[in-house]
């Protein structure tokens, strides 16, 4: 049974720093990506980052490029995506997905990813 459990979201000052988490497991095919998405209330989901499995690289919306880093613990199964910085329109749903790239690089498109999580929730308010 595939299951994706995100974890790290909250409540945080803007400025402030979270590190979100995306363990994936139970899956019999391969898969070759893993992004974090976000949805904020009214507004439609966007991706964020996402890491390729078979070569680490990665990809960062404009929106997270200089803030957010995404990496990997291959011993734990887990990606992780680092947000500093964080800033008042960065509240949104976060989810993790996992799937495969179209080209050589992973991307924000939605299409290229299968399995989605239930999202965990960061909020920055002072």
């Known amino acids: 049974q595939v299951q994706i459990a995100e974890s790290g979201g909250g409540l945080v000052q803007p400025g402030g720093s979270l590190r979100l988490s995306c363990t994936a497991s139970g899956f019999t095919l391969d898969y070759d990506a893993i992004g974090w998405f976000r949805q904020a209330p009214g507004k439609e989901r966007e991706g964020v980052s996402c890491i390729r499995i078979s070569d680490s690289s990665t990809y960062h919306a404009d929106s997270a490029k200089g803030r957010f880093t995404i990496f990997r613990d291959n011993a734990k199964n887990t990606v992780y995506l680092q947000m500093n910085s964080l800033k008042p329109e960065d509240t949104s749903v976060y989810y993790c997905?996992?799937?495969?790239?179209?080209?050589?690089?992973?991307?924000?498109?939605?299409?290229?990813?299968?399995?989605w999580g239930q999202g965990t929730q960061v909020t920055v308010s002072s």
């Open positions: 997905a996992v799937g495969t790239p179209y080209g050589a690089q992973c991307t924000a498109f939605e299409g290229e990813y299968d399995y």
